[in-house]
């Protein structure tokens, strides 16, 4: 069953770089699924902020996508996030996730394994 | 903001059911399939429907969903305790190229 854990600092500086990695276990990063994050603010909703496949493919939110970059290590089945110029706004509970997307003539996509989440504090 | 709305809350005594709404458009709901997930207070949300109405092994089928047009449903039935949690609808925007979630909605049992 594939697990994932994310980790990193839980406190970044305003204006600094928010750097988060998210290690996999039981299964592999190169595989036919991507891999996202979604964050949520206290008391707030879901938010997704990008995705990424194991040929390095990427999409990201539109609204975050001046400053966020997602990369994947596969010699460390591991995947990254990374948020530039954070602000208290960016203060939030970041979940790492896997995502299941196929085109089935639609698009099938949903995200069927969670971290627990980690909260960063911008401050 | 979020694309997708849904109430902000719902209610119900033990037993009974409640109908959660979900409500996009063309380029998110209209046209891909929607999933849906429960968050439990201080939990990781965990994945309840996918594919507007397939339930993983693990889910009882006191969940279910569906899908019209634009709007999605999950129906929750029998309802329990254990039940009262915040409910998110999720898809993929085909217009944006990216996920997104719904409003979300905190179901309460009375």
């Known amino acids: 069953q594939v697990q994932l854990q994310e980790s990193g600092p839980g406190l970044v500086k305003p204006s600094g770089t928010l750097s988060l990695n998210c290690d996999v276990s039981?299964?592999?990063?190169?595989?036919?699924?991507?891999w996202g994050w979604v964050r949520q603010s206290p008391g707030k909703a879901l938010e997704f902020i990008g995705q990424?496949?194991?040929?390095?493919?990427?999409n990201y939110n539109p609204s975050l996508e001046s400053r966020v970059s997602i990369s994947i290590d596969k010699s460390k089945n591991q995947f990254s996030l990374q948020l530039t110029s954070v602000t208290a706004a960016d203060t939030a509970i970041y979940y790492c996730?896997?995502?299941?997307?196929?085109?089935?003539?639609?698009?099938?996509?949903?995200?069927?394994?969670w971290s627990q989440g980690t909260l960063v504090t911008v401050s | 903001q979020s694309l997708l709305t849904q109430p902000p809350s719902v209610s119900a005594a033990p037993g009974q059911k409640v109908t959660i709404s979900c409500s996009g458009a063309?380029?998110?709901?209209?046209?891909?399939?929607v999933s849906w997930y429960q968050q439990l207070p201080g939990t990781a949300p965990k994945l309840l429907i996918y594919?507007?109405?397939e339930r993983p092994s693990a889910i009882p089928d006191r969940f279910s969903g569906s899908k019209s047009g634009t709007s999605a449903t999950l129906d929750i039935t029998g309802l329990q305790t254990g039940d009262e949690a915040d409910y998110y609808c999720?898809?993929?925007?085909?217009?944006?190229?990216?996920?997104?979630f719904g409003t979300g909605t905190k179901v309460t049992v009375l």
């Open positions: 999720g898809t993929w925007d085909t217009s944006l190229s990216a996920g997104v």
């Open positions: 063309n380029s998110n709901i209209g046209n891909n399939y």
């Open positions: 594919q507007n109405n």
């Open positions: 039981g299964g592999s990063v190169i595989s036919s699924d991507w």
């Open positions: 990424i496949y194991d040929s390095g493919s990427t």
């Open positions: 996730a896997r995502v299941r997307w196929q085109r089935l003539g639609t698009f099938l996509y949903y995200f069927d394994r």
